[in-house]
Structure formats: structure tokens, C-alpha cells
């Protein structure tokens, strides 16, 4: 059973800085793309970032020269490196993993809460 274990979550001031991180275990096929998304109260899950297995990443808009995705693909890994938080970053962050045959999993969310 895959299992995706989060960690790196808080309440930081704005300004500051948080790093999550997200670990894969069980019985995967390959990972092909590992990457976050958040969702704030009364809105909609919205991308973040995500990572590939060749390095390619993809950044939301509003998260650019901010946040940085990193991967490390033996450990099964994933990072979101967040600066200069804001408050309209506070949601709960979801891991996410997609395997080559385009089989999904989420991981069960940690909250990030900025203050302002």
C-alpha cells in the first residue's frame, strides 16, 4: 500500500520561511511526477509546484522566485522550500504523486498558517 508521509508544516510570521517535505513508501510503480498543491477554506485545491523525474519543474504563478521544488528520486522524496511567506499562503499543503501509468495519490495534508 503506497503511503505518503508529509512533514515540514506550521505557523511561521510573514515573511519567514517553511520547508516541507514528502516521502513515498509501498508498493509504487515508478514515480513520474511528485509535486504540491494547497487549499485554503472555501477555495479550490490549486497547483503549487511540481518536479519530474528529469528535473523539469512547474511553478503557479503566484508562488515564482518564492517557493522552490526539489526531488530527490532514489529516496522517494519531494521538498517545497518557501520564502518570504505570506499570509495568503496559509492553506493546507497536499503531497502529490503521480506513477507512470498515470496513477494518482495524495498524501493527507499539513497545515502552513502565515501570520501577518
Known amino acids: 500500500q503506497v503511503q505518503l508521509v508529509e512533514s515540514g508544516g506550521g505557523l511561521v510570521q510573514s515573511g519567514e520561511s517553511l520547508r516541507l517535505s514528502c516521502t513515498a513508501s509501498g508498493v509504487l510503480f515508478s514515480i513520474s511526477l511528485m509535486g504540491w498543491y494547497r487549499q485554503a477554506p472555501g477555495k479550490q485545491r490549486e497547483l503549487v509546484a511540481t518536479a519530474d523525474r528529469r528535473g523539469g519543474t512547474n511553478y503557479a504563478d503566484f508562488v515564482k522566485a518564492r517557493f522552490t521544488i526539489s526531488r530527490d528520486v532514489p529516496k522517494s522524496t519531494v521538498y517545497l522550500q518557501m520564502n518570504n511567506l505570506k499570509p495568503e499562503d496559509s492553506a493546507v499543503y497536499y503531497c502529490?504523486?503521480?506513477?507512470?501509468?498515470?496513477?494518482?495519490?495524495w498524501g493527507q495534508g499539513t497545515q502552513v498558517t502565515v501570520s501577518s
Open positions: 502529490y504523486i503521480q506513477d507512470i501509468g498515470k496513477t494518482e495519490y
